[in-house]
Structures are given as structure tokens and as C-alpha cells.
């Protein structure tokens, strides 16, 4: 289990599901971190924590 902790992810866009050129270990924190996806060229807010991502709200 702690060598799947060690191992880095890549962040998928979740507007089109595209890998980004971010990537995340189990212990990144990111908060309103502006994630930009290379293939729809949009750019969307998101928190990690613990490899959770959560997509800020446009309101």
C-alpha cells in the first residue's frame, strides 16, 4: 500500500476527461489551483486532497 502512496497520478480534465500536465502524489494538497487542459484549452478551479479532486462551482 505505501508504494501505491508513492506513486504520482496525472490529473484528468473534467470537462473532456483529457490528461493534463499535472500530476498529483497522495500527500499533494492543492487549493483553488487553476488546472488547464492542453486539449480543450479551458481552465477550471479545482482543490486536491488525498488524490480527491473537487471542481469550484462558477457562482
Not at 497522495?26 to 479545482?46: A, F, G, M, R, S
Amino acid at each position: 500500500m505505501e508504494e501505491e502512496q508513492e506513486k504520482p497520478l496525472w490529473i484528468h480534465c473534467p470537462i473532456c476527461k483529457g490528461k493534463t500536465r499535472t500530476r498529483v502524489y497522495y500527500d499533494t494538497v492543492l487549493v483553488n489551483y487553476p488546472l488547464y487542459c492542453p486539449k480543450c484549452k479551458k481552465e477550471t478551479l479545482i482543490d486536491v486532497v488525498r488524490l480527491k479532486m473537487v471542481i469550484h462551482s462558477d457562482t
